[in-house]
């Protein structure tokens, strides 16, 4: 395997890395970009990659071509179960009232604003979007720019929404004391964006992308959105994402500076190294055995993967639960997608979980709705243990 990942001294720095946008109408690897991560005062980890290449990143937000990472709800299936989820998580949390003025940062579609705005008979709500140009509810204001926006300089909103943002942006505290700002007194403003403890503790490489200027874990999110005002008075953490509802507060006097374990970078790095080192074992040795191998979950870590260990072979076939994706090509591989569905999914001889968040679901669905023995099930991201 070449060496597809160098520590140097408290920072990780990948010298190559695709940048993701999601399964493709041909195979055949795009972009490739150097990726860095370092530690924040903060205590969250975050892109030290040169200036140039994340402002490149950021700016291709605002493309009428962007892929989004992620869909937003009302784009495929799968998009519309996160959506439920964050609905689900408003209902409970957001503590609405009717007339409430409703801001949604990235609302990528507007259809989570819709629904809430059915849902409580709010005021019309706003939705900001570098990507957003239409929406099929008109009851809804688009602004198609970045937030902190001066189109909203002069406005205030009893809740502000934001979903998979956060991690997006290159100053999470300047983004967040702006949603304070942006609040009325007694306002509460609700997110949700990546949990990545247990991905950089396992070594889980799909939570490494361009797109992702910020990592956050439990401790290092409480700590930046109290530093910010923001008080949490709801808090949830599944499926590697943050649920978190924060009420505006008084802004302290200075940041709240917390360093996390020194080395835990360092440490980081080592479970990619032992992790993707195992995967590849793992792969190349069913294939020398001219095995069909199976690969569950089209995802930006699959990908990075088969490209960092050079992993190219017909016999390999890629699944997905997401029939959207089903047909298309992740860049690294040879074959086209298969939804899980496919009778293909049976034959194969292992199935390697690349989606690992979804480990738990993936093999209860193989056993109750394909038939099949836990055991075809291998995690690909999985540390090494002494």
């Known amino acids: 395997m070449k060496d597809f990942l160098e520590i140097c001294g408290a920072e990780i720095r990948f010298p190559s890395l695709p940048v993701w946008h999601g399964p493709q109408e041909s195979p055949g690897m795009g972009p490739l970009l150097p990726l860095s991560l370092g530690q924040d005062s903060m205590g969250y980890f975050r892109q030290t990659t040169p200036i140039e290449t994340r402002r490149e990143i950021v700016e291709a937000y605002g493309n009428e071509s962007y892929v ?22 408003i209902l409970e949390n957001g503590d609405f009232c009717a007339g409430a003025g409703v801001l949604e940062i990235g609302g990528g579609s507007g259809l989570v604003s819709a629904e809430i705005a059915h849902e409580f008979e709010t005021a019309k709500p706003v939705v900001i979007d570098p990507a957003l140009r239409k929406c099929s509810d008109q009851e809804i204001e688009i602004i198609t720019d970045y937030f902190p926006s001066r189109q909203l300089s002069q406005r205030t909103f009893d809740r502000v929404l934001s979903f998979n943002c956060l991690e997006h942006v290159d100053d999470p505290y300047s983004f967040l004391t702006e949603i304070h700002r942006s609040l009325r007194q007694g306002g509460r403003a609700i997110l949700s964006f990546p949990d990545t403890e247990r991905q950089f503790e396992s070594g889980d490489l799909n939570v490494v992308s361009h797109e992702h200027l910020s990592y956050f874990d439990r401790e290092s999110a409480l700590n930046l959105l109290r530093s910010a005002g923001l008080e949490p008075v709801a808090f949830d953490s599944h499926e590697d994402s943050l649920w978190i509802a924060a ?12 360093i996390r374990e020194t080395g835990s970078l360092v440490k980081a790095g080592n479970a990619f190294r032992d992790s993707v080192a195992r995967g590849q074992e793992l792969v190349i040795s069913h294939l020398e055995r001219g095995k069909l191998v199976g690969f569950h979950g089209a995802t930006n870590g699959l990908n990075s993967f088969l490209h960092s260990t050079n992993i190219h072979s017909d016999r390999i076939i890629c699944f997905d639960g997401d029939i959207s994706k089903k047909g298309k090509y992740l860049p690294a591989a ?53």
């Open 334 to 386: 040879l074959q086209p997608i298969r939804h899980c569905s496919d009778e293909s999914y049976k034959q194969v001889s292992v199935i390697f979980v690349s989606a690992m968040t979804y480990f738990g679901e993936i093999v209860a669905d193989g056993r109750t709705k394909y038939g099949l023995s836990g055991d075809v099930f291998v995690p690909l991201f999985e540390r090494l243990i002494q």
């Open 68 to 89: 989004h990472f992620t869909l937003p709800p009302g784009l495929s299936d799968w998009a519309n179960r996160l959506g439920r989820t964050q609905i689900k998580f």
């Open 247 to 258: 009420e505006k507060t008084d802004l302290p006097a200075q940041k709240l500076h917390k």
